[in-house]
């Protein structure tokens, strides 16, 4: 495996300066979009396939510099920030919509089923009643998709930033309600009210919609089902790590996955969980048992495309054996590693990008 040795990003590369949203979710590349570029701009292509989108950082990142992207993601709540921040290229959420959105002082009888399931789980019941007629809301007085779309973005965002963690894997509102001293945490932003939230990330996805005069996609697909065909395929899969324990985004966002099939949501809980999770889905992807054949299967379907993989030097399978699969199908593998340090491990790792021209 050859170390790659390439010139430094430079601003000038980007054709299209528009700040891509800060987000907390779990996994996102956004601090490493500059690097993930300096270590791709050499390549040629111009269609592009982000098969686990998640954020949509990367995407946007190859979206700014003019490729054709397609942004794909198994979750709803996902393809619906896809649909916001890649495949619009047009469509904003005006200050006047977001104010006529937040306006929920009527009469109106709004459904509770947030306020009914969730309490003191994750919100306070005030807020509890505030999501429900949020979702209502934003389901019913925007007929537009795109505008839609950012604005359930700039939902999700605010249920995050008000979440310990950023995660929504236990019943912990105590630890923002609880009258004790706190040595972490930000519980300013845990108090700050949710309109506020709101309006902060709508205004951000605001910014960063733009044309860059490609037929930019986003699709809701199973890995192994995206289409096949595109000039570069990035991976960044779920991250198993070396205890065997992998990143289950569904479990740990269910609530936002629940938000976008409202309708149906109280079909789709696990009523024995204490944090009312969604009902488990076996994925290849968390199993330490399989993912090595899952990874197989999705290099193979698109060995004719260059590969790049985020990943890092302490998962499984480790990159030595994702090296020996790429192998097969490739003539060169480059690497490419960043000393990093996650959030809530003491332990350094590296992070990786696998270039397989």
């Not at 619906?80 to 977001?98: C, F, K, S, V």
Request: hydrophobic fraction near 35%; include cysteine.
């Amino acid at each position: 495996m050859q170390p790659l040795q390439l010139p430094l990003f430079s601003s000038s590369d980007t054709r299209f300066d528009y700040p891509f949203p800060p987000t907390r979710y779990q996994g996102s590349k956004q601090k490493w979009v500059g690097w993930i570029w300096e270590n791709t701009q050499h390549l040629e292509f111009t269609t592009v396939l982000d098969v686990f989108g998640g954020t949509g950082a990367v995407s946007h990142l190859f979206k700014r510099v003019g490729k054709q992207v397609t942004y794909s993601d198994v979750l709803a709540f996902n393809h619906e920030i896809g649909r916001a921040l890649i495949e619009n290229h047009d469509q904003t959420l005006a200050t006047p919509m977001i104010e006529v959105l937040l306006d929920t002082d009527d009469p109106l009888a709004y459904p509770t089923f947030i306020e009914q399931t969730f309490p003191n789980i994750y919100y306070t019941d005030a807020e509890n009643q505030w999501l429900d007629r949020m979702v209502y809301r934003i389901d019913h007085l925007l007929a537009n998709p795109y505008q839609q779309a950012i604005a359930r973005f700039a939902l999700f965002q605010a249920c995050i930033i008000k979440r310990p963690y950023n995660l929504f894997h236990r019943a912990n509102l105590y630890m923002r309600t609880a009258p004790v001293e706190r040595t972490f945490g930000n519980k300013t932003t845990w108090d700050t009210p949710f309109p506020s939230h709101f309006k902060t990330f709508a205004q951000q996805a605001n910014l960063a919609v733009f044309d860059n005069r490609q037929p930019n996609t986003a699709i809701q697909c199973d890995a192994l089902e995206t289409p096949t065909g595109f000039d570069l395929v990035y991976l960044d899969p779920p991250y198993i790590n070396h205890h065997g324990v992998g990143v289950d985004y569904r479990d740990f966002y269910h609530f936002l996955e629940g938000m976008m099939n409202y309708s149906q949501w109280n079909q789709q809980v696990d009523y024995e969980s204490k944090h009312r999770r969604l009902k488990p889905q076996k994925s290849a992807w968390n199993d330490p048992h399989t993912i090595i054949e899952v990874f197989e299967s999705l290099i193979e379907r698109h060995h004719k495309s260059i590969l790049i993989v985020s990943y890092r030097d302490d998962g499984i399978p480790s990159h030595h054996d994702l090296v020996k699969v790429l192998r097969r199908f490739k003539k060169e593998v480059y690497l490419a590693s960043q000393p990093t340090q996650y959030v809530l491990s003491q332990k350094r790792s590296h992070e990786l990008l696998l270039i397989a021209p």
